[in-house]
């Protein structure tokens, strides 16, 4: 079975930076596409950023020039560096593994005030 475990949400005010973690396990990390998508109560969970088995990668509108996405497959992890957050980062942000079938992490909290 797909483990996740990401890392590093948390609280900031508008305008600083934080970095998610997720690291993978029982799968061969570098065939899947990995990313991260984020959820508001109330809202869909909606895709933040993703990057394909051959490092092609995918953003949100509302995000580009803010938020990297990196893969390191040596260490079957994927990161999402956030810059410049804004109040309405506000979410829950899930780790996803995607080969036909998603596999989901926790997720973790990011809380930006303003």
């Known amino acids: 079975q797909v483990q996740l475990v990401e890392s590093g949400g948390g609280s900031v005010q508008a305008g600083g930076s934080l970095k998610l973690s997720c690291t993978a396990s029982?799968?061969?990390?570098?065939?899947?596409?990995m990313g991260w998508y984020r959820q508001v109560p109330g809202r869909q969970r909606e895709l933040v950023a993703i990057?394909?088995?051959?490092?092609?990668?995918q953003y949100a509108d509302s995000v580009k020039g803010r938020f990297t996405i990196f893969r390191d497959n040596a260490k079957n992890m994927v990161s999402l560096q956030m810059n410049s957050l804004k109040p309405e980062d506000t979410a829950v942000y899930y780790c996803?593994?995607?080969?036909?079938?998603?596999?989901w992490g926790q997720g973790t909290q990011v809380t930006v005030s303003s």
């Open positions: 990057m394909s088995s051959g490092g092609i990668t």
């Open positions: 996803v593994v995607r080969r036909g079938l998603d596999y």
């Open positions: 029982r799968i061969i990390f570098s065939t899947y596409a």
